[in-house]
């Protein structure tokens, strides 16, 4: 069953009123209240809720047309039905200017076919009030949500034909800037290149559907951030793209870096001191620090040992170019690399080079160098210093021949005929 209608009729004229209760004897749906004074009927308002208000245009006292404004005061959409014994086109007018939703004739057809006029009206309220909710609703929802991704601690997007369409503030804070001058660039331009093919799926999370990526991104002040990110393709303004969330790992990522350095070096070290102490004659004795030594360091493309010999500086242990190392090791001043470790400008290969000189009983014994690919840190000089302090410390420990070079050469030491002074 319909939910009943609850109407109140004004009509200060008891022929009228009864001939208005007889079109609603068939009509079970229709709850019938009436007032015979404009006055009498907003109190009845006031006390109780209608779903139609039908007003007489004379009525004793206060007339019809100052009840309905007053009636639009308590409720502006309410259906108020102006019904008038008089059917000029003034008063329909004057009517429908103070917000009359209908204005009837009073007539007995027209009294007869009042439960559907009032049927209509009912409805068509109900429906623009059920839309006006879902409205409010939409827009209360959207106001929450909005809230929600302003506010978010992690950096939300949609992105569309690869570029972003939607970012929040935090998003901009991630990559050094507004998050409006975002909008349209490509997300890929934001990867630095050399990481492009270090974009990885994660298995951190594999209870979940969504894939998670990382990677590290560059900001517009030229520094760079590790980002954790998660798409999903969702339809975005009638067009497919694609939703994600971005969480700065940096902080994380920078010490899972430091970890993973930590163990890369402290392994390199104990093979380095097992290298000197396995009894190998001398060249492959060094030949082994080297390979530790070149293990513990990311990156390193060149690397050399060097024995201080009344000579100079002898090549002693090799790996990667010796073009590129003789290269070095002669544009470089000799004194200031036995001196302390140091940072070498990049050279024009494109290689950076590190190099420490190797200490035993207070004395400069030889020199230790490295290429690497990126530029170097801080991290890989000390890991270097490291290295030449625990080869100088095994040398003063190890047998004399170890300091110098063999008296026949063998094809596996080529390396040990450069000598640089």
Not at 65 to 92: C, F
Not at 166 to 192: H, M, R, Y
Not at 334 to 356: D, E, N, Y
């Amino acid at each position: 069953m319909p939910d009943p209608f609850r109407i109140l009729i004004i009509e200060d004229d008891p022929e009228h009123a009864e001939l208005i209760k007889m079109g609603f004897r068939r009509h079970d749906e229709f709850f019938l209240d009436y007032a015979a004074s404009g006055e009498e009927g907003l109190e009845m308002i006031s006390a109780k809720a209608y779903d139609l208000i039908s007003v007489d245009l004379v009525l004793p006292g206060m007339g019809g047309l100052d009840v309905l404004v007053r009636i639009r005061k308590l409720d502006q959409d309410i259906p108020v039905v102006m019904v008038s014994g008089h059917g000029t086109t003034e008063m329909a007018v004057v009517a429908f200017e103070n917000r009359a939703t209908k204005y009837v004739v009073k007539s007995l057809e027209s009294f007869k076919s009042l439960p559907y006029v009032f049927e209509n009206l009912i409805q068509e309220a109900r429906f623009k009030s059920s839309q006006r909710a879902m409205q409010s609703q939409i827009e209360r929802s959207e106001r929450i949500h909005r809230s929600i991704v302003e506010n978010a601690l992690a950096g939300i997007y949609i992105l569309q034909e690869g570029a972003f369409r939607l970012v929040n503030p935090k998003l901009g804070d991630i990559f050094g800037t507004s998050a409006e001058s975002l909008l349209g660039l490509p997300f890929w331009q934001l990867i630095k290149p050399d990481d492009m093919a270090c974009v990885s799926r994660l298995e951190s999370d594999p209870s979940s559907d969504v894939p998670v990526y990382e990677s590290k991104v560059r900001r517009k002040d030229g520094t760079s951030r590790w980002i954790e990110f998660r798409t999903v393709p969702i339809e975005y303004e009638g067009k497919r793209a694609i939703l994600g969330n971005v969480l700065d790992i940096t902080a994380r990522k920078e010490k899972e870096i430091e970890i993973m350095n930590e163990s890369r070096e402290l392994l390199a070290l104990e093979g380095l001191t097992e290298s000197c102490l396995s009894g190998l004659d001398p060249d492959r004795m060094l030949g082994g620090v080297l390979s530790h030594m070149v293990s513990g360091t990311a990156g390193a493309e060149v690397a050399g040992i060097f024995l201080l010999e009344e000579e100079g500086l002898q090549l002693r242990a090799l790996h990667g170019s010796v073009e590129e190392l003789i290269s070095f090791i002669e544009g470089a001043e000799t004194v200031r690399l036995l001196r302390q470790p140091l940072i070498h400008p990049t050279q024009a290969t494109g290689k950076s080079w590190i190099s420490a000189p190797i200490l035993g009983n207070g004395q400069t014994k030889g020199l230790a160098v490295l290429a690497l690919l990126q530029e170097p840190d801080r991290t890989s000089q000390k890991f270097l210093e490291k290295a030449a302090g625990r080869i100088g410390r095994l040398l003063d420990a190890g047998s004399p021949e170890m300091a110098s070079p063999p008296t026949q050469e063998t094809p596996s030491r080529i390396r040990a005929g450069f000598i640089f002074k």
